[in-house]
């Protein structure tokens, strides 16, 4: 008995990231072979279906003699499955894991063919003998298929679950408990009907059909698994499998197993599945790659195959029955376990039904609940628009009702300047015309107005999908997200108080002016704008004054410019305006002067009004000027209005150039002042009212003039570093401090020394490790030391600075309170941080006795610090009327040039020397004691307690 091979494939080029099928349709490989579209594919199309038509012929025609006839069917036959064995050996090679062992396997079984075809040739066309049977032959042929049913369980997707088993197994026996049935009763039977004592002889005639059956069985219940390339490899592997075992089927039927012959039409059956299992590896390269992924399913085909095989093995029993045949127990026994397993498969199939039903509600449930629920709005909306679903979030979003928006069109919701676009994004999503870039295919995010029941429109952004035919959109309202990028954007380019434009806005629109009139002769004018005397406005009315002064001057501007023209605010007290319209110098000067005289009027601040003046600078735009010039050169103006005595109008003049020098010559040598050792510390001495004795002294920084004489540097107190860290010259200030009262005390001055600083250099990184490396050093002890806060605002993160007094107090340090009234926060100084002592600031004492408002207030800080258990320090002191009333008052210290002005540290021992200072001795008791001790605050005015 002669058996060609049988021959399988598994899959092409693996495909990492493509769906996993649920099991191959049938017509994927002719469409494989007919639509190949790739170079590869197309020469193995041209090449198979030649070779297969004239083997086809050459069969046909008998290959015009017997011995070719033998060699074509004999070693034709091994030489194609010879090349079927290298094909897959090197696909072996090239794949790993499963993928590899299977495709050695198939590499086998071709093998086998080979080999078995080989030794037949030899037989018939060498040696001129009949092959015999049973003989080596058989065993050969029979090892092709175990290796293949191996290989093919291999890439099978194995089930989940008992259930899955068990459907599996049956649905296995189904088919082929119905194919060997059909097989036994058209020539199963009367193959074995001979002599019953040949076993080896029914064995082998039972075997081919029996394994043919089992694998067309696995194929058919098996699903496989692949990516879109090796599933056309799979695919054209079982066109391949399917030719062979048809050809195996009809070589088993008695008219043509008796009349076979070597070369004959049934070996271009073997011929031709041969060669699709050759090619079958490199099948499907490139197919498909361009298409979008998508979700296989199983067919109905796929799920009807086991009833279809039932169906027929019920058929041919009674249809044998019909006929008037003889029962065959074979055929009784095997059908009847067949509609048994029929049975069992729909009961399972029943009561999976029902189990799934169950989830399906459940899930339904689930997602109904979540859809209800969700605080985005979910629509779904047919091809031609109309919107099908709406969910219940609309209500709350929208203000519609879902049942108002189902069976209208979507475009009616969009607002109509969007609607065209919208449309055009969804039909190009639909059609798969999707941009270049775009990062996810099966989803678009769309951005539109959509009209509220109320009639508004609301920013929306939306998610869409694909729902069958339609799309499926999950909208939620990110109007307030709008509204923030917007005042975001606004912010980025206005300035915060004034709500007027900022520097970089103001360029942009230089440049956009200059770019709009390049080539053209008439010009453009810039003015730049700064407010004399808005510091005292700050300093004496605080700076929500300030800041209402600065609003009315932002609205005084706007009005006075023209349509067109541009108003900024660069920051403080300066504002700029782009004059454009191609006017005149003339006009830009009127205009000017109008600007100068609005803002020279009163204001009306705090219930009073105030007068500041301005300084501004005109520059005019010249051929191929940048935007920088331009703003130097009015900047340049502007200088030269407030040198000339402010209040003033000046144009810009080349000759304004020199003055730029000169300003910036002198910025960077108060730059230079400190690298070159041009900062020096003074000391002025706090003196004792009642005795005029020297009690401390203070220290800070002056500037060394050249040709000059040591002047006090008005806070020209250069200590903060960016990061709230002491500068050198704060460090500096300190240690120089602390060595000079350590040299008085050892000189047997029992005096303490008083050091300003900010409050964020007293809560800065690594200040206690300086302050008691400093005390160490100069072996000065800590109540020695006066930190004075120089702050007039307190700063954020209080809740540090209290922590970091009470460290300070605990070492010893005292504590004091600098230009105490000033400022809008000094009573929060007063009731929140626990200081020693407060120091008032000169700007009260200089009115005292001259100014009755003044010296009202003057003695309420008295009173208040007195109360508070504080020592009180007088600044700015320079006659003896002040020192009087202040005495009177109760304020126990005082300094300034009626005492003594700063000295340079080398002198300051010959004041310590002269005592009294000032003549200020007075004789008599004090009108209030001089508090001993800090005591607790009065009820009225609380404090934290430490």
């Given at each position: 008995?002669?058996?060609?091979?049988?021959?399988?494939?598994?899959?092409?080029?693996?495909?990492?990231?493509?769906?996993?099928?649920?099991?191959?349709?049938?017509?994927?490989?002719?469409?494989?072979?007919?639509?190949?579209?790739?170079?590869?594919?197309?020469?193995?199309?041209?090449?198979?279906?030649?070779?297969?038509?004239?083997?086809?012929?050459?069969?046909?025609?008998?290959?015009?003699?017997?011995?070719?006839?033998?060699?074509?069917?004999?070693?034709?036959?091994?030489?194609?499955?010879?090349?079927?064995?290298?094909?897959?050996?090197?696909?072996?090679?090239?794949?790993?894991?499963?993928?590899?062992?299977?495709?050695?396997?198939?590499?086998?079984?071709?093998?086998?063919?080979?080999?078995?075809?080989?030794?037949?040739?030899?037989?018939?066309?060498?040696?001129?003998?009949?092959?015999?049977?049973?003989?080596?032959?058989?065993?050969?042929?029979?090892?092709?298929?175990?290796?293949?049913?191996?290989?093919?369980?291999?890439?099978?997707?194995?089930?989940?679950?008992?259930?899955?088993?068990?459907?599996?197994?049956?649905?296995?026996?189904?088919?082929?408990?119905?194919?060997?049935?059909?097989?036994?009763?058209?020539?199963?039977?009367?193959?074995?009907?001979?002599?019953?004592?040949?076993?080896?002889?029914?064995?082998?005639?039972?075997?081919?059909?029996?394994?043919?059956?089992?694998?067309?069985?696995?194929?058919?219940?098996?699903?496989?698994?692949?990516?879109?390339?090796?599933?056309?490899?799979?695919?054209?592997?079982?066109?391949?499998?399917?030719?062979?075992?048809?050809?195996?089927?009809?070589?088993?039927?008695?008219?043509?197993?008796?009349?076979?012959r070597s070369g004959g039409l049934l070996d271009a059956g073997w011929f031709a599945g041969s060669l699709l299992l050759a090619i079958a590896p490199w099948?499907?390269?490139?197919?498909?790659?361009?298409?979008?992924?998508?979700?296989?399913?199983?067919?109905?085909?796929?799920?009807?195959?086991?009833?279809?095989?039932?169906?027929?093995?019920?058929?041919?029993?009674?249809?044998?029955?019909?006929?008037?045949?003889?029962?065959?127990?074979?055929?009784?026994?095997?059908?009847?376990?067949?509609?048994?397993?029929?049975?069992?498969?729909?009961?399972?199939?029943?009561?999976?039904?029902?189990?799934?039903?169950?989830?399906?509600?459940?899930?339904?449930?689930?997602?109904?609940?979540?859809?209800?629920?969700?605080?985005?709005?979910?629509?779904?909306?047919?091809?031609?628009?109309?919107?099908?679903?709406?969910?219940?979030?609309?209500?709350?979003?929208?203000?519609?009702?879902?049942?108002?928006?189902?069976?209208?069109?979507?475009?009616?919701?969009?607002?109509?300047?969007?609607?065209?676009?919208?449309?055009?994004?969804?039909?190009?999503?639909?059609?798969?015309?999707?941009?270049?870039?775009?990062?996810?295919?099966?989803?678009?995010?769309?951005?539109?107005?959509?009209?509220?029941?109320?009639?508004?429109?609301?920013?929306?952004?939306?998610?869409?999908?694909?729902?069958?035919?339609?799309?499926?959109?999950?909208?939620?309202?990110?109007?307030?997200?709008?509204?923030?990028?917007?005042?975001?954007?606004?912010?980025?380019?206005?300035?915060?108080?004034?709500?007027?434009?900022?520097?970089?806005?103001?360029?942009?629109?230089?440049?956009?002016?200059?770019?709009?009139?390049?080539?053209?002769?008439?010009?453009?004018?810039?003015?730049?704008?700064?407010?004399?005397?808005?510091?005292?406005?700050?300093?004496?009315?605080?700076?929500?004054?300030?800041?209402?002064?600065?609003?009315?001057?932002?609205?005084?501007?706007?009005?006075?410019?023209?349509?067109?023209?541009?108003?900024?605010?660069?920051?403080?007290?300066?504002?700029?305006?782009?004059?454009?319209?191609?006017?005149?110098?003339?006009?830009?000067?009127?205009?000017?002067?109008?600007?100068?005289?609005?803002?020279?009027?009163?204001?009306?601040?705090?219930?009073?009004?105030?007068?500041?003046?301005?300084?501004?600078?005109?520059?005019?735009?010249?051929?191929?000027?940048?935007?920088?010039?331009?703003?130097?050169?009015?900047?340049?103006?502007?200088?030269?209005?407030?040198?000339?005595?402010?209040?003033?109008?000046?144009?810009?003049?080349?000759?304004?150039?020199?003055?730029?020098?000169?300003?910036?010559?002198?910025?960077?040598?108060?730059?230079?002042?400190?690298?070159?050792?041009?900062?020096?510390v003074s000391y002025q001495p706090v003196v004792d009212l009642d005795t005029g004795r020297v009690h401390d002294v203070e220290a800070a920084l002056c500037?060394?003039?050249?040709?000059?004489?040591?002047?006090?540097?008005?806070?020209?107190?250069?200590?903060?570093?960016?990061?709230?860290?002491?500068?050198?010259?704060?460090?500096?200030?300190?240690?120089?401090?602390?060595?000079?009262?350590?040299?008085?005390?050892?000189?047997?001055?029992?005096?303490?020394?008083?050091?300003?600083?900010?409050?964020?250099?007293?809560?800065?990184?690594?200040?206690?490790?300086?302050?008691?490396?400093?005390?160490?050093?100069?072996?000065?002890?800590?109540?020695?030391?006066?930190?004075?806060?120089?702050?007039?605002?307190?700063?954020?993160?209080?809740?540090?600075?209290?922590?970091?007094?009470?460290?300070?107090?605990?070492?010893?340090?005292?504590?004091?309170?600098?230009?105490?009234?000033?400022?809008?926060?000094?009573?929060?100084?007063?009731?929140?941080?626990?200081?020693?002592?407060?120091?008032?600031?000169?700007?009260?004492?200089?009115?005292?006795?001259?100014?009755?408002?003044?010296?009202?207030?003057?003695?309420?800080?008295?009173?208040?610090?007195?109360?508070?258990?504080?020592?009180?320090?007088?600044?700015?002191?320079?006659?003896?009327?002040?020192?009087?009333?202040?005495?009177?008052?109760?304020?126990?210290?005082?300094?300034?040039?009626?005492?003594?002005?700063?000295?340079?540290?080398?002198?300051?021992?010959?004041?310590?020397?002269?005592?009294?200072?000032?003549?200020?001795?007075?004789?008599?008791?004090?009108?209030?004691?001089?508090?001993?001790?800090?005591?607790?605050?009065?009820?009225?005015?609380?404090?934290?307690?430490?």
């Amino acid at each position: 008995m002669k058996r060609r091979g049988g021959d399988f494939g598994r899959r092409g080029v693996r495909n990492a990231g493509g769906p996993l099928p649920e099991w191959p349709s049938h017509d994927d490989p002719v469409r494989l072979l007919i639509l190949a579209d790739t170079p590869a594919q197309r020469q193995l199309k041209y090449l198979i279906v030649p070779l297969c038509l004239v083997y086809a012929i050459g069969a046909l025609q008998g290959w015009g003699n017997p011995t070719l006839s033998l060699a074509m069917g004999d070693f034709g036959l091994a030489a194609a499955a010879a090349v079927a064995a290298v094909s897959c050996a090197l696909k072996a090679v090239h794949e790993s894991g499963r993928a590899r062992l299977s495709w050695a396997l198939f590499a086998f079984s071709a093998t086998m063919v080979s080999l078995g075809n080989g030794i037949w040739g030899w037989y018939e066309v060498v040696l001129g003998v009949p092959v015999p049977t049973p003989g080596p032959t058989d065993v050969i042929f029979l090892l092709f298929a175990p290796p293949t049913i191996v290989g093919l369980l291999l890439v099978a997707q194995r089930p989940r679950g008992i259930a899955a088993w068990t459907c599996m197994a049956l649905d296995g026996w189904l088919i082929a408990g119905s194919l060997f049935t059909l097989g036994w009763s058209l020539a199963l039977a009367r193959s074995t009907s001979g002599d019953r004592s040949d076993i080896i002889k029914i064995v082998l005639t039972l075997a081919y059909p029996v394994l043919d059956i089992l694998m067309i069985s696995m194929v058919l219940g098996l699903r496989f698994r692949a990516g879109s390339g090796d599933r056309a490899a799979l695919n054209l592997a079982l066109v391949g499998l399917a030719v062979t075992v048809m050809s195996d089927a009809l070589w088993t039927t008695p008219g043509l197993n008796s009349g076979y012959r070597s070369g004959g039409l049934l070996d271009a059956g073997w011929f031709a599945g041969s060669l699709l299992l050759a090619i079958a590896p490199w099948t499907g390269q490139g197919v498909e790659a361009h298409e979008r992924p998508r979700h296989r399913t199983i067919s109905m085909l796929s799920a009807l195959t086991p009833y279809i095989a039932a169906a027929v093995c019920t058929a041919g029993v009674l249809g044998g029955a019909v006929a008037g045949h003889a029962p065959d127990t074979v055929v009784l026994g095997v059908g009847a376990t067949v509609l048994v397993t029929l049975v069992l498969r729909q009961a399972i199939t029943l009561v999976d039904n029902v189990f799934m039903a169950q989830e399906l509600s459940a899930k339904e449930s689930h997602f109904r609940s979540l859809v209800q629920g969700s605080s985005d709005v979910i629509m779904i909306a047919a091809s031609d628009g109309v919107l099908q679903y709406v969910s219940h979030a609309v209500r709350r979003v929208y203000g519609f009702e879902p049942e108002e928006l189902v069976g209208t069109r979507l475009e009616l919701l969009i607002h109509p300047e969007e609607s065209a676009r919208v449309q055009r994004e969804l039909r190009a999503f639909l059609d798969g015309a999707l941009p270049a870039g775009e990062a996810d295919p099966a989803m678009v995010r769309v951005e539109c107005r959509i009209r509220s029941a109320g009639g508004t429109w609301l920013h929306t952004e939306s998610a869409v999908n694909r729902y069958g035919d339609g799309l499926i959109f999950n909208s939620r309202d990110v109007t307030d997200r709008i509204k923030l990028q917007t005042q975001l954007e606004h912010d980025a380019f206005h300035d915060r108080l004034t709500d007027l434009p900022n520097r970089a806005l103001f360029e942009d629109r230089i440049q956009h002016a200059l770019a709009q009139r390049r080539g053209v002769t008439p010009t453009i004018a810039v003015l730049f704008v700064d407010l004399d005397g808005f510091k005292a406005v700050n300093d004496n009315y605080g700076h929500t004054a300030g800041d209402e002064l600065l609003v009315q001057a932002a609205r005084r501007l706007e009005h006075a410019v023209r349509i067109g023209d541009t108003v900024a605010r660069f920051g403080g007290d300066e504002f700029a305006a782009l004059l454009v319209g191609d006017p005149s110098p003339r006009a830009i000067r009127e205009i000017a002067e109008r600007l100068l005289s609005t803002l020279s009027s009163p204001y009306r601040i705090a219930d009073g009004e105030v007068r500041v003046a301005a300084s501004i600078g005109i520059a005019f735009s010249a051929p191929g000027i940048a935007p920088a010039d331009l703003m130097r050169h009015a900047d340049a103006a502007m200088y030269r209005a407030k040198d000339g005595g402010k209040g003033r109008v000046e144009v810009y003049t080349p000759d304004m150039d020199a003055d730029v020098e000169r300003r910036a010559a002198r910025a960077a040598g108060r730059r230079r002042v400190d690298r070159d050792g041009r900062l020096a510390v003074s000391y002025q001495p706090v003196v004792d009212l009642d005795t005029g004795r020297v009690h401390d002294v203070e220290a800070a920084l002056c500037r060394v003039e050249d040709g000059a004489v040591p002047a006090r540097a008005d806070h020209v107190r250069l200590t903060a570093g960016v990061d709230g860290r002491l500068s050198p010259v704060g460090r500096r200030l300190l240690e120089e401090s602390a060595l000079a009262a350590a040299t008085w005390r050892a000189g047997g001055h029992e005096i303490g020394v008083t050091v300003g600083l900010a409050a964020r250099q007293l809560t800065g990184p690594g200040f206690l490790e300086v302050l008691e490396e400093t005390l160490h050093t100069a072996d000065l002890p800590a109540t020695a030391l006066t930190l004075e806060i120089i702050d007039n605002v307190l700063p954020d993160g209080d809740e540090l600075l209290l922590g970091r007094i009470a460290v300070l107090r605990r070492l010893g340090v005292r504590l004091s309170l600098d230009d105490f009234g000033t400022g809008h926060s000094s009573l929060t100084y007063l009731r929140r941080l626990p200081v020693d002592a407060l120091k008032i600031d000169r700007s009260f004492v200089a009115e005292v006795g001259t100014c009755p408002h003044l010296t009202v207030l003057t003695s309420t800080i008295v009173r208040l610090g007195l109360e508070s258990g504080l020592t009180l320090v007088a600044a700015g002191i320079d006659s003896h009327a002040q020192v009087d009333i202040l005495r009177e008052m109760g304020c126990q210290r005082g300094q300034g040039t009626w005492f003594h002005p700063a000295v340079p540290g080398d002198a300051i021992f010959d004041v310590l020397g002269q005592t009294p200072l000032g003549n200020s001795a007075v004789r008599g008791p004090r009108p209030d004691p001089l508090p001993e001790a800090r005591t607790p605050l009065p009820v009225q005015v609380p404090r934290p307690q430490t």
